[in-house]
């Protein structure tokens, strides 16, 4: 079974300009996440999709980030614009869903380095 | 709100030893699941083991183990045999059934020592 795709692995942008990310989820996952991790931090929440719907995305600053599930499965995150503090791990993870019990489960994919000068 | 401690924020091991991890969290709930997620240097969170806090036998994937002690708010994770490719962050790691919102602890990074 195919994990979780995330591209690209690395970006590297000045500050103030735009950035998107992409994450296709394991297939037949409902639920897509994605989480900031900063150095030397866990991850934290950003938004929450259940299929194409937001199920949550009080933590992402909404002036600069925005998210869209495209058909309710792939994702992108993009940025815009983006500053010194945005420079962090940028994780794609999803789970089967809500009602799915298997202990809501996510699996994550390799994640993309962002680094802003 | 809920919180994960893992008070560890470096440890190392002798390869073919032991090691324990530690995380404590704090919730006010009855049932609710705790997972350790492994992070190598490529960055990807992969999961380790999970435990069901109504379950009162502790997890088991092989060479890694949990202690749960439900009362004491306390999830340690016991890496037996470590093998250099058991270098990695580990993070601890809270939800609650149907919430699907994982909070995570700061992390602990684990060196194997050849």
């Known amino acids: 079974e195919a994990g979780v795709a995330q591209s690209p692995r690395y970006k590297i942008i000045e500050k103030r300009q735009s950035v998107a990310f992409w994450c296709n989820p394991i297939?037949?996952?409902?639920?897509l996440y994605w989480y900031q991790q900063i150095l030397g931090q866990g991850p934290k929440l950003l938004i929450q999709?259940?299929?194409?719907?937001?199920?949550?995305d009080s933590q992402l600053p909404k002036d600069r980030f925005s998210a869209e599930r495209l058909k309710g499965v792939d994702s992108t995150l993009k940025i815009q614009p983006a500053k010194l503090e945005d420079s962090a791990v940028y994780l794609c993870?999803?789970?089967?869903?809500?009602?799915?019990?298997?202990?809501?489960?996510?699996?994550f994919g390799p994640g993309t380095r962002l680094t802003v000068l | 709100a809920q919180t994960v401690t893992q008070s560890q924020p470096e440890m190392s091991v002798q390869e073919a030893e032991t090691v324990t991890l530690s995380c404590t969290y704090d919730?006010?709930?009855?049932?609710?699941?705790l997972f350790w997620y492994k992070q190598p240097p490529s960055r990807q969170m992969i999961l380790v083991i999970r435990?069901?806090?109504?379950?009162?036998q502790n997890a088991t994937e092989n060479r890694f183990s949990v202690n749960f002690q439900k009362a004491a708010k306390s999830f340690s994770l016991k890496i037996s045999d470590s093998q250099l490719g058991d270098a990695a962050m580990y993070f601890c790691?809270?939800?609650?059934?149907?919430?699907?919102?994982?909070?995570f602890g700061t992390g602990t990074r684990l060196t194997i020592i050849p």
């Open positions: 993870a999803s789970s089967l869903g809500i009602l799915a019990g298997d202990g809501d489960t996510q699996y």
């Open positions: 297939s037949g996952h409902a639920t």
């Open positions: 999709f259940q299929n194409n719907g937001v199920v949550d």
């Open positions: 919730t006010s709930e009855s049932d609710y699941y």
């Open positions: 435990q069901e806090a109504y379950k009162q």
């Open positions: 790691a809270y939800d609650l059934p149907g919430n699907e919102k994982l909070t």
